[in-house]
Structure formats: C-alpha cells, structure tokens
C-alpha cells in the first residue's frame, strides 16, 4: 500500500513537471517572436503630453486652479483679490490682483515648467515662506486650459496680455497687479473633465478653496463672483475675529473659544494661535477644522491628533471639533516640500507641534465659561453674537501666523482678547482675577489643593451680591434634575448631577497630579461578595487601586472589603465604586494602567462621587455647588461631553412671552 502510494505521487509529479515545462517552453518561444514585432521602443514624451500629467498632480479640479492663483496673487503681495468663476469654474475661473506684476520680458517665463522667481537654491527652499516655490502651477494650468496671464508693473506705460496656447503678447489696459484667466479647462483632456461634478459642487470647492485662503490672510480683501453675481466679499482687516466672523458666520465666535498659546521648542518659539469651538457645536464631520503652519493651510495628522486629544475629556464619541488654528514655527523646523499641493507638510520634530497644539487648545477649553457667564463677555449660545464680533473688533487683534517669520504686515499689536476685563462688572471680575477663568489660576489651584472638597468655604473673596455671581444665585431644584438659578443676564438651568461629576473628576485628576489622592478611612470597612475575577483583579492591581484612593483587601476568599476612599468620594456607595473600578481594571495591563487609563478611572470614580438624580439639595448646596463650577476647568461640560449648564436671556424669556413686542 505504502509502496504504490509512493509510485503514485512521484509519477504525478513527473507529470505535473512536464506539464508545466511544456506550457512555458511555448510562452518563451511565441513572446520572443511577438516582442520582437511589437515592443513599443522607449522614446521621450512629448512637451505637451509631460505638461498634462504633471498637471495632474497639481490640478485635480477647478479648485485647485483657485487654490494656485490666490497662493500667486497672495505671493505678488496683493491686499486685494477677486476671484471670478462661471459654471462652477469649470467655463472660466479669473484671478485679479493689485500685487507688484510681471514684468512683460518675463511673463513667457512664467508659463514655463520648473520656472519660479521665489527660490534660487536649496537653501531658499529650506527656509521658504512663500506660498508657491515649485514653479509649475502655471505650466500645468496652461497645459489643460485656455490660459492668458495680464499683467502690468508698477510705473508701466501700460500692461502686457500673454495668451499661453499661442505664445502671443499684446499691450492692454490695466493697473499695477495680474490678472489670470482660465477658460474652458480640461477642454484637451475630455478623460480628467469626465470626473467633474456637477457645477454646484465645483463652485463649493471653488469658495472652500478660497475660504482657506482667507482665513490664512485677514489683512488681504477678497470677493468672490459667480455668473456675474457677487457671492462673497471679505474687507481687509486686521481683526482675526472679524475675519473668522466673516468666513465661518457670525455666531462661530460666540460658540468658539480663543487659543493663543507659546511654547519654547528647540527650534525657537512656537506660537499657537486662533479659535477652537466649544464642544456643543461639534459637528459630525471634520469640514470645520483649519490648520495653518506659517500661512498656509495643511491637513496635518499631527495637528488634527493634538487637538483631537485635548477634546478627549469634554467631547464624546465621534464627533468633530471645529477649529481655526495657526501655527508659526521657525520655517527651517518645517519641510512644506513634501506633497505636489502643498497640503501636507513635515515637521523636523513632530512631538514639539503635538504638545503646543494640544496645550493650546487643552488651555483654550480649560477656561470654562461658568466663570463667565455673568460677565456679559462670553456668552453660551444661543445668545447674540454680533454684538460680541463688534465689540472685539475695536481691538487690532493680529493674525496668527507665525509672526517672528513672516512678513512685517503680522506684527503683534495687541494679541488675543485675553481677558474679559473692560466688559466685566468690579465684582464679577473680581471672583474672575480668584477663580482664573482663563485655565486654573495659582489661586484656584492653591483653594482647591488646600481644602479639595470644600473649596467654596475655602475663602473666596468677601461675598459679591448673589446677581453678581457668574452663575447666578440658586432659587430652586426641580424635579431632582435641574438646578434654577437666577444672574445678571436671566436664567441659568444646570444640569447638576452632570456638573457636579465634572467638578469631583476635575478635582481627581488635579490631587492625582499634585500629591496623590487624599483618602478617606471608612470607619466600618465596605464588605462585599465578590466574583472570583474581582478577587483576583484586586489582587493584581493592589497597587494601582492604592494610587486611585482605594485600598481593598479580602477579607476571605469570597468576600472585599473597601477601607480607604479618595477623600471628594467620601459620599458616594464605597461598594459601587470599588466594583465599577475593578471591572475597569480588569481591560488594562497592570503595569501601565495608571498612564493609559487614568483619565477614564477617574471619569467612572466621578460618576460615583457625583450627587445623584433625586437628591434633594439645600439652597445652599445648589450655590456651593454654582460656586465650584465657577473655578472648576472644563465646567461647561460633563465628562461625556455634555452640557452642564444654560443660560436664558432676558431678552429670549421675553421673546418667549412676546413681551415688549
Ligand atoms: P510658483 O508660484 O511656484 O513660483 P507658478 O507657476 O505658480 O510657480 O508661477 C510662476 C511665477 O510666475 C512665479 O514665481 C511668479 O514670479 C510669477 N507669477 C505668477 N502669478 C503671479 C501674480 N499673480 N503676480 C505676480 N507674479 C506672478
Ligand atoms: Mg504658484
């Protein structure tokens, strides 16, 4: 049996083998023959045809010949720039600039490929501030549109029109500055103009294109015209709010918080400026996130991940925070030549960035607005916001962009509205100046570190009249949920077993930081009947429970008792909390558990320590509790993201009841 079955195989391979042979014996010998006929030979490819698919790279869409044409106008030093589309821009997308011209020798220059008049070296190219360096969006342009270029210098008798498909020059009219016009593009290339969407959507990517741009310059004008209709315009100006206004709508400013953030690095100093929105007006998609690294915009993992973190604690689930953001660095900390587009840099040391990001705006969202809320500065929606854009507006703000690298224009003259001074009444700013609304002042850290549960008794300055305070004076709780109270500006509705959860996590995570978690001795240690796997979880992460406040210890094999709990736990069910802390350990490794996890244990010890619904509060309870919300960092919204609090203008209750209508 053994003996055939072996004669078997091997006469199967020998067959196998021949077989394959066979086969390739006749492929080798028709391929030689064929190729000899029909390899095609190597050849060059023509100027043309190298245009068009390098062309490709750069110009996928009539958006990106906006975003070509607003990176040279903005290049040429313009403060003004209209940008005229029809059909989407797919029929025409005209670029019309007041910047210094191309002198008429070199305007056939300009059209050529690799042809560029902002690097001559390497060197240039390490340290480029420019927008464009790499010479070649015009080519490509030309290479799948009807191009011509006007344009005329300064002191010129008149301007010069270059049509790019014949070459030829003729004197025409116009003022210092270029005018670009692209007509009928990807006429040549029936194939790339197949994959354009309908008019509609174009023209979107078209203004987003400029959007970008805008946002990157407040100190340049710009307007926007489809099929002869004017369809934005944006003044010059020196106020980033007003601009951010402009661009993203009124209201972005009253749901959005300032950042301007600095960070010594190796490189020299990082500066991180702009608004990142507050957590209830996420959105579900990333289309609201602007990056900028030293004036231009990038879609950068590194950023997008900063900020993405810093949103961990107040943002839930999927949803996508809205930004501006601009990030100077020293240009030689930056490598922008890495992607045909531009969009995407490299930084030299990307940890550097990540951190100021994430502390920039980590900062920015700190400074909740509980502290604020009487003060009539910041204000939570849906209260009106234009007053607010016009009130900042009288300040020069300055734009962000890295100011020590960039042009004089960005000097800094006053910085970022930082404190809510001029607006806020003595006494309100007076608890302001204690409790730092803007991130955790030395005071607040020094109140809560020396008397953690009791902060408010802890000495705030002498009592300002109740109205005064930011959240107001509470008059009521209803049906165990909410908490009413009354302030300056009208009704505040508060979420109290939400607020209070931030304030005991807030004040967790900062003990933890500081000296450990203080404990609390439980006078009748908490006994329970445990699992076999919660016995064994509290063996195993004796420790890390330790560090957490918790010390639980068996009592035999089937029973824990809880001795110790973190001292702002000392109301909440030690029981509960020692198995929901367990069951939590149980998903990390022992080790690391404490770096990895620690936020998410004491987000679930929190929840525990939190007042619960249907607690009956005291008056004084529920102003102790607005008291602590007031200084707590992060207080606007609930661990998970929610928000903790409301306010109703006066105006919207009246509005309610059509008074004074
Ligand atoms: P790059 O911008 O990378 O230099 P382009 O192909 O976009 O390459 O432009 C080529 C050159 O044409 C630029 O370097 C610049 O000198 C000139 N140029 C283009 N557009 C303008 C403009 N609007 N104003 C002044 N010069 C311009
Ligand atoms: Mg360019």
């Not at 050849?43 to 790279?57: F, K, N, R, T, V």
């Not at 010949?65 to 290049?75: I, K, Q, Y």
């Not at 210098?153 to 020059?169: C, K, V």
């Not at 005064?468 to 509705?493: F, M, S």
Request: proline share 5%.
């Amino acid at each position: 049996m053994q003996q055939l079955g072996r004669v078997g195989k091997q006469a199967g391979q020998r067959m196998a083998t021949a077989f394959v042979q066979a086969f390739y014996n006749a492929r080798v010998k028709t391929s030689n023959s064929e190729q000899e006929a029909s390899r095609p030979p190597i050849l060059p490819l023509p100027d043309e045809l190298i245009s068009q698919i390098a062309a490709g790279e750069v110009i996928e869409r009539p958006a990106a010949v906006v975003r070509e044409l607003l990176d040279n106008a903005l290049d040429s030093g313009a403060t003004q720039i209209t940008v005229r589309l029809q059909a989407g821009g797919v029929r025409l997308i005209a670029v019309e600039d007041n910047g210094s011209g191309i002198p008429p020798e070199q305007l056939p220059v300009a059209l050529q490929r690799h042809a560029t008049s902002k690097i001559r070296t390497l060197h240039d190219l390490e340290s480029v501030t420019s927008m464009g360096f790499r010479g070649e969006a015009l080519a490509a342009i030309g290479a799948v549109s009807e191009l011509t270029i006007l344009s005329a210098i300064a002191n010129a008798p008149h301007a010069w029109r270059l049509d790019a498909r014949s070459g030829e020059m003729q004197a025409a009219a116009r003022v210092q500055g270029t005018s670009v016009e692209v007509k009928e593009l990807f006429f040549s290339t029936p194939a790339r103009r197949k994959f354009l969407k309908s008019d509609a959507t174009e023209l979107a990517h078209c203004l987003e294109a400029v959007r970008r741009h805008a946002l990157a310059r407040p100190d340049v004008g710009f307007t926007v015209w489809h099929e002869g209709k004017c369809i934005e315009q944006w003044r010059a100006t020196l106020d980033m709010n007003r601009r951010m206004a402009d661009v993203l709508g009124e209201d972005f400013i009253g749901q959005s918080l300032p950042v301007d953030y600095q960070m010594q690095t190796a490189g020299g100093l990082a500066h991180i400026q702009g608004r990142c929105g507050l957590p209830d007006h996420a959105r579900s998609r990333t289309d609201r996130q602007y990056a900028y690294v030293n004036g231009r915009f990038v879609r950068d993992k590194v950023i997008s991940h900063a900020v993405r973190g810093a949103y961990e604690d107040v943002l839930h689930g999927h949803r996508q925070p809205v930004y501006v953001l601009w990030v100077g660095l020293n240009p030689l900390r930056v490598d922008v030549n890495v992607h045909p587009t531009k969009i995407e840099v490299r930084f030299r040391d990307s940890r550097e960035v990540h951190q100021a990001a994430r502390h920039a705006v980590e900062q920015a969202l700190a400074a909740s607005r509980a502290a604020q809320a009487g003060s009539g500065v910041v204000l939570p929606p849906p209260a009106a916001s234009a007053g607010r854009v016009a009130s900042s507006a009288q300040q020069t703000t300055v734009p962000g962009v890295s100011q020590q690298y960039r042009m004089p224009l960005y000097e800094r003259a006053s910085g970022w509205p930082s404190r809510p001074s001029q607006l806020a009444d003595a006494a309100t700013w007076r608890v302001q100046e204690q409790a730092g609304p803007w991130g955790a002042s030395a005071a607040a850290e020094e109140q809560t570190a020396a008397a953690p549960d009791h902060a408010v008794e802890a000495g705030l300055p002498e009592q300002p009249e109740p109205q005064d305070w930011p959240l107001g004076c509470a008059v009521a709780q209803i049906h165990g949920v909410y908490i009413l109270a009354e302030n300056a500006n009208g009704l505040i509705i508060v979420d109290m077993h939400a607020a209070h959860e931030r304030v005991v996590y807030e004040q967790l995570k900062r003990q933890l930081d500081v000296a450990g978690l203080a404990t609390q001795q439980l006078l009748i240690p908490a006994t329970f009947a445990a699992t076999a796997h919660e016995m064994a979880v509290a063996e195993q992460y004796a420790h890390a429970l330790q560090q957490l406040g918790l010390e639980v210890s068996a009592i035999n094999t089937q029973t824990l008792a809880v001795r110790t709990v973190p001292a702002p736990l000392a109301a909440a069910d030690a029981v509960e909390l020692a198995r929901s802390v367990l069951a939590e350990l149980a998903q990390y490794d022992a080790d690391s558990v404490l770096q990895r996890a620690r936020n998410e244990l004491l987000s679930t010890m929190a929840c525990h320590g939190a007042i619960r619904a249907n607690r009956r509060l005291t008056l004084e309870e529920m102003n102790a509790l607005l008291r602590q919300m007031e200084i707590t960092e992060r207080a606007d919204q609930c661990n998970h993201g929610r928000p903790t609090w409301r306010q109703f203008s006066m105006q919207e209750l009246d509005a309610l009841f059509l008074r004074g209508r």
